[in-house]
C-alpha cells in the first residue's frame, strides 16, 4: 500500500440543493469515474440513479446528467458527500485516508424545507452521523444501503429499503420535525 503522502487528494463536488430540499442524500466521496466525469454516481455500475428514479417514479438513468440534477431539485431531493477531501487510492471507501469533514450543519442550515437526511451506505453514515451529532443537527436520518457495485446486495433488497425517502417527500406538513 503506498504511504499516504503518495495518495492522491480526492474532492468532493458542490452540493446540489436549493431552498425547496427536503431529503438530502450523503454519500461518502466520489469515486475514480464520478471524479473524471466531474458527476455524481458517475460509474455505470453504481445503482443511485436506478434506486432514486425508484423512489421518485422517473427514469432518471436514461436523463442527460444536467436533467438528472433538475428532476432531483424539483422533488426536493439533494446531493452531497460528507467528506469534502480525502487522500484514496481507487474508489473504494476502505480506502479513504486523512480525509476532512465537509461543513454538514453549515449546509443543513441554509435548508428551510429539509426534513431529514438520508445516508448512501456504512462509510457516509458513520462519517456523517458524528458531523451531524457536533453541529447538534436535530433531523431524522435514513440510513441506506449502499448504491455501489461493492455493496453486493441484490438490487431488489436495496430498492426496497431506499423506498422509505417517500415518506419524507411528501407533501404533509412535518414541519414540527425540525
Known amino acids: 500500500m503506498p504511504t499516504p503522502s ?26 475514480e469515474v464520478s471524479l473524471a466525469h466531474q458527476q455524481y454516481y458517475a460509474h455505470p455500475q453504481n445503482r443511485f440513479w436506478h434506486l432514486v428514479g425508484e423512489v421518485l417514479g422517473e427514469s432518471l438513468p436514461t436523463l442527460p446528467y444536467d436533467a438528472r440534477l433538475d428532476v432531483l431539485r424539483a422533488h ?77 446486495i441484490p438490487f431488489a433488497t436495496k430498492r426496497d429499503a431506499w423506498l422509505v425517502l417517500r415518506d419524507w417527500l411528501g407533501t404533509s406538513d412535518v414541519s414540527s420535525a425540525h
Open 76 to 152: 426536493g431531493v439533494g446531493l452531497w458527500d460528507v467528506v469534502a477531501e480525502a487522500r484514496r487510492e481507487g474508489s473504494l471507501d476502505s480506502n479513504i485516508r486523512l480525509h476532512a469533514g465537509s461543513d454538514l450543519a453549515g449546509l443543513i442550515g441554509t435548508l428551510p424545507s429539509l426534513r431529514a437526511v438520508a445516508f448512501n451506505g456504512g462509510t457516509a453514515a458513520r462519517i456523517g452521523q458524528r458531523a451531524l451529532a457536533q453541529g447538534n443537527v436535530p433531523l431524522p436520518v435514513v440510513l441506506l444501503p449502499s448504491s455501489s457495485p461493492a455493496y453486493t
Open 6 to 31: 503518495a495518495l492522491q487528494l480526492k474532492r468532493n463536488f458542490p452540493p446540489v440543493v436549493d431552498a425547496n430540499t427536503r431529503v438530502l442524500i450523503l454519500g461518502s466521496l466520489p469515486g
